[in-house]
């Protein structure tokens, strides 16, 4: 799949969230009241995963030691895939370990995890195709590319089984490309 197929829709409208709207995104989480639902959208923001991999996330796939989270890549077939994605302390302090450990961390559905992001999108006035699971994902993979994260790392990170798929996210109109362009201007 070419870029204009994984980034951009047939209309040209982007399909990920750009560093302003990631930024918005990350201050409408602070005004999400309860600390599960907060934790859901920090690990979405944070791992780049899928939501099915965010929502079946188990107690037993967080390691609090090493600032980790455990995710099984569920969109490939054949062997179980497992990364491990470092995220910020912050967000731990959200996932207070429950009494009884066993089990999934979020027990809402697909529709209720979607119906959450959406409501955060909305709060931060993101609209349009990007405004959902998937632009958040595409957005941290952009997010970590600008960032000068090596993409075999970004590739890991995101549980993609070829490194074509992840390099997508290299051809990019963004900030560096702009500054390139700006010495022709």
């Known amino acids: 799949m070419g870029l204009e197929g994984a980034l951009f829709d047939e209309s040209g409208n982007r399909k990920y969230l750009n560093a302003n709207e990631r930024q918005r995104f990350c201050w409408e989480i602070n005004n999400v009241d309860d600390p599960l639902r907060r934790a859901f959208l920090l690990t979405l923001f944070y791992t780049g995963a899928r939501i099915s991999e965010v929502l079946a996330l188990q107690w037993t796939n967080l390691d609090a030691e090493e600032k980790l989270i455990v995710l ?5 077939r054949g062997p179980t895939r497992i990364r491990a994605v470092p995220v910020p ?16 961390i979020w027990s809402f559905c697909r529709t209720t995890g979607w119906k959450i992001v959406k409501d955060c999108m909305s709060n931060a006035q993101i609209e349009g195709i990007r405004a959902c699971p998937k632009g958040l994902r595409h957005g941290f993979a952009v997010a970590c590319i600008h960032a000068g994260i090596p993409v ?6 995101m549980g ?13 109109v963004g900030d560096d490309e702009r500054e390139l362009a700006s010495r022709l201007w």
């Not at 099984?72 to 490939?76: I, Y």
């Not at 993609?160 to 990019?172: G, K, M, N, P």
């Open 72 to 76: 099984r890549t569920l969109k490939q």
């Open 89 to 104: 302390s912050e967000l731990f302090e959200w996932l207070r370990e429950p009494a009884n450990p066993e089990g999934r």
């Open 152 to 157: 075999s790392t970004v590739k890991k990170w």
């Open 160 to 172: 993609h089984a070829r490194l074509e798929s992840t390099t997508v996210y290299l051809d990019l």
